[in-house]
């Protein structure tokens, strides 16, 4: 199973940048996807979760800017992340819950916020 993330980049604050992560290999049952990142000197947080059941979490402080999406059909899912702020520069880090496992992770993709 490979989880593979894309999308990040530099941005000014305020702006905008879509995230995207798609799982491949051999997957029976996704249960959940999620976003974790981590900031130089953090530890890793959560920043939001979709599970199989459609429901979400979010961190608060992405809560109202971020939006989490998937599509089935592509065992891909988004971050939609708009009026970023320079604290959310980090590696964000896609990670798949799936057959009894809850340890798939990307390698990260590096958002860049600047003010």
């Known amino acids: 199973v490979q989880v593979v993330e894309s999308g990040g980049g530099l941005v000014q604050a305020g702006g905008s940048l879509r995230l995207s992560c798609a799982a491949s290999?051999?997957?029976?049952?996704?249960?959940?996807m999620g976003w974790y990142r981590q900031a130089p000197g953090k530890q890793r947080e959560l920043v939001a979760i979709?599970?199989?059941?459609?429901?979400?979490n979010y961190a608060d402080s992405v809560k109202g800017r971020f939006t989490i999406s998937r599509d089935n059909a592509k065992n891909t899912v988004y971050l939609q992340m708009n009026s970023l702020k320079p604290e959310d520069t980090a590696v964000y880090y896609c990670?798949?819950?799936?057959?009894?496992?809850?340890?798939?992770w990307g390698q990260g993709t590096q958002v860049t916020v600047s003010s």
């Open positions: 990670v798949l819950a799936a057959d009894g496992r809850s340890d798939y």
């Open positions: 290999g051999t997957i029976f049952s996704i249960n959940a």
């Open positions: 979709i599970r199989s059941s459609g429901s979400t």
